[in-house]
C-alpha cells in the first residue's frame, strides 16, 4: 500500500482562509478586530522565527498583531505586568508567551497568570481542566490542528484505536484527551513503554510526538494506519553535501508510507497547522469575549 499524502500545508491555507471571512464579518457586521498578542523573552533564535511567522500571518488574516520583545534577563515582576496589561487591554482577545522562558523566569506561573479566556496556547490550567472534562476550553493549537487533519480525513473517529506516543503538556496529553473527547480508545506511549511496536502496532490512528528522528518505523504501522508526524528535527544531510542538513519527522517517511493510509509529511504536514490554529483560536476567543457565535470547524 502506498499511503494517501495529507497536505498540512494545504489545509493550513484553508484554514487561514476561513479565520480571514471570519475576521472580515466580525470587522464588517460588529466593527471588531480580533487582536493576538505574542511575548518573546530573550533570543532563542527558533523562537524568533516562530514569532516572526506568527506575526505575519495574523497580519495576513486581517488580525492585529502585537509583539512585546523583553531581554533575557527580565524580571518575573516585570513580565507579569506585561501579561497583566494584555489581560486588561480589551483590543487583545489572544495572547501567548513564548516557550521556552529563560531559566530563572517560572513558566507554570507566567502562563496560569495569562487570562484563561485568552490563552490561545491553552496551556493554563483551567483550560487544561476544562479540555480533562469535555467542557469548552482553548486547545493547544499542535493537538487542534492533529484533531483537524484527522476529522476531515476519516469523518468520524468513534472508536478507532489512536496511540500517542509521546506525553508532554503542549502535545502528547492534550492529544490523547481530544482522541479521547472524539470517542477514541486511546492509549499513550512513552520512553518507558514496553513493547512499544507492539503497542503501535494496534493503532488505527498514531500520532507521534516524542522527538527523535525517525523512531518509528513502517514496522511498527499496522497496514492501513493513519500517521500523523508531529516531529520536526535537523539531522545531518551528507548526501546533500557537507554540512548540509535536512527536516526529519518522528517516523521514518519512506517505510511508514509504505504501509500506512494516510500520513502527514515533515515539512509540510502538522507543522504549518499550529499556527493557523492560533489563528483560529484567535478568533474563537474574540467571538467568545463578545457572546457572538463561533467559527464552524474550527474548534474542538
Ligand atoms: N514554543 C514552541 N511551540 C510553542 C507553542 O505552541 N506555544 C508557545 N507558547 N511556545 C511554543
Redesign the pocket.
Known sequence: MTATVIDGKAFAAKVRGQVADHVARLKEAHGITPGLAVVLVGEDP??QV?VRSKGKMTVEVGMKSVEHKLDADTSEEDLLAVVKSLNEDTEIHGI?????LPGHLNEDLVINSIDPAKDV?G?HISNVGLLGTGQKSMV???PLGCLMMLRDHHGSLSGLNAVVIGRSN?VGKPMAQLLLNDSCTVTIAHSRTKDIQDVVRGADVVVAAVGRPEMVTGEWIKPGATVIDVGINRIDAPEKGEGKTRLVGDCDYDSCAEVAGAITPVPGGVGPM?IAC?LANTVTACCRANGLAEPEGLTA
Open positions: 527558533a523562537s516562530y501567548l508567551v513564548q516557550l521556552p496556547d496551556f493547544p493549537c499542535t503542549i499550529t492560533l
